[in-house]
């Protein structure tokens, strides 16, 4: 069936650093790839997505770019900010289902000023 | 846009009795709504689909009886857990979607906690 795979955290960054959080998946057909953030005692928000290979999502300085030659959706950021401390979830829909999003198991981000 | 909402944000309840949660799209009208659960540093886990006007569709080994789910508006879903017990005691958040739109937009989460 179709999964998500996400690098084990925490990850741990002094602020101003470059964050890679990786995530790869298996998915039949041309799924649609989101990364989601919680941030601590909140629900999730739709950080951004890609809806097609080659798509580069991007929101908040956060970046992602759909590789369907590699499967991964690997989120990016130039800078951090203690600010983005929290838990970054990728996750897919597969064309043809219900809407069912499938989630990774998230990765914690903590960064120290 | 695009805003879920969630009441209550948390609750304590005894073991045994029944408790309702609410979520709400408050500026668009939600076909779709789903119901998740969040065990502490885990990801979500699905729980069910509901489409408005019609029974919901529960995951494997959620327990329809026990959480009980209804979409009787646009904007309005509800999750009853019945005769809750500590075990039920959790995160659960909901998200909605409209139309043939794959964005789900989530709801800030209900802390439940069983005695």
């Known amino acids: 069936g179709d999964s998500v795979t996400q690098m084990e955290g925490p990850v741990t960054l002094s602020e101003e650093a470059f964050l890679t959080i990786n995530c790869t998946y298996t998915?039949?057909?041309?799924?649609?790839l989101f990364w989601y953030v919680q941030y601590p005692g909140e629900g999730l928000q739709l950080l951004l997505k890609?809806?097609?290979?080659?798509d580069k999502g991007s929101n908040k300085g956060f970046e992602a770019t759909y590789r369907k030659e590699t499967t991964s959706f690997h989120l990016e950021k130039g800078s951090v900010q203690v600010s983005d401390s929290a838990v970054y979830f990728c996750?897919?829909?597969?064309?043809?289902?219900?809407?069912?999003?499938?989630f990774g198991q998230g990765t914690t981000l903590q960064v120290k000023p | 846009g695009a805003v879920v909402s969630q009441h209550p944000s948390r609750v304590i309840c005894k073991s045994g009795t029944s408790v309702k949660i609410e979520c709400r799209s408050l500026?668009?009208?939600?076909?779709?709504m789903f119901w998740y659960r969040q065990f502490p540093k885990q990801s979500l886990m699905l729980m069910a689909t509901?489409?408005?006007?019609?029974?919901?569709?529960?995951e494997q080994g959620v327990e329809k009886d026990k959480f009980l789910i209804n979409h009787a508006s646009l904007t309005l879903s509800t999750l009853t857990v019945t005769s809750a017990h500590p075990e039920d005691s959790s995160f659960y958040i909901c998200?909605?979607?409209?139309?043939?739109?794959?964005?789900?937009?989530f709801g800030p989460g209900t802390r439940l906690l069983v005695l």
């Open positions: 890609a809806t097609k290979a080659d």
């Open positions: 996750a897919l829909i597969s064309s043809g289902n219900t809407g069912k999003l499938i």
């Open positions: 500026d668009f009208q939600a076909t779709t």
């Open positions: 509901s489409n408005e006007g019609s029974k919901a569709t529960y």
């Open positions: 998915a039949t057909g041309y799924p649609s």
């Open positions: 998200s909605a979607k409209t139309g043939g739109v794959e964005t789900q937009y």
